[in-house]
């Protein structure tokens, strides 16, 4: 398993330097992971969050958020700058009302030394975000309202989050899309993207202010790199 690990790593980094791709660009599959299993659901490990309890459905990684904590985040064992990442969420029942309602299902890139980039989905609002995370705050690169492929609560939510430097009079800039369903339903460009060195991947739920309460899961994982023919 471990060596598993390590080379699906090894792929991402490599395409990540040797690719250049638009946002529209072609991906491969560099990593997948069911969530079905104990030993599947091992391999995602905590990335942030004050009081995150985690723990497995029949075909499912699911999150519980804790008191006085906004979100918790779960990263893959895939490291890399330019990627996507793909996953079916759903806000569980059980989740109190309130928190319902302003809950998100997240995916994230980038992740690293304080920084992120984040796709947000709230199943309630109908509401997407495209989010940058720094030490100075957050800054909404693009939200989108009442967005017709979002799914309500209980029900799922398949994410994707993309990332892909641009080249030439464009380099350190990024092309960011979100996507439901496989379609699109939100794109930002980022001058400043190059500045970002994190390189961790992973999915997330929470609510602003404070998400305490939320049980959230997850269901096949999926990390693509961009390549070139």
Do not use: H, W
Request: charged share 20%; with cysteine.
């Amino acid at each position: 398993m471990k060596s598993k690990l390590i080379l699906a790593t090894v792929l991402a980094s490599a395409l990540g330097l040797v690719a250049v791709a638009s946002a529209s660009g072609a991906f491969v599959a560099i990593y997948r992971n069911a969530l079905e299993t104990t030993a599947q659901r091992s391999e995602v490990l905590k990335l942030s969050g004050g009081s995150c309890t985690r723990g497995g459905a029949q075909t499912a990684l699911k999150i519980t958020v804790g008191k006085l904590t906004e979100e918790c985040a779960y990263r893959t064992p895939v490291l890399g700058s330019d990627l996507e990442i793909a996953a079916t969420g759903r806000i569980v029942s059980g989740t109190p009302p309130a928190v319902t309602k302003k809950a998100f299902l997240g995916m994230q890139l980038r992740v690293g030394a304080g920084n992120k980039l984040e796709l947000r989905v709230f199943p309630s609002q109908q509401k997407v975000q495209l989010v940058k995370i720094t030490e100075a705050g957050i800054r909404y690169l693009k939200i989108e309202k009442n967005v017709k492929a979002v799914q309500p609560p209980e029900k799922a939510n398949v994410l994707r989050l993309r990332v892909v430097s641009a080249a030439k009079e464009e380099a350190g800039t990024c092309k960011i899309a979100g996507f439901l369903s496989g379609e699109q339903v939100i794109e930002a460009s980022d001058e400043a993207c190059g500045e970002m060195t994190g390189e961790m991947t992973g999915l997330s739920a929470g609510a602003p202010n404070n998400g305490s309460g939320l049980i959230a899961s997850f269901e096949a994982i999926v990390v693509r790199a961009p390549v070139r023919f």
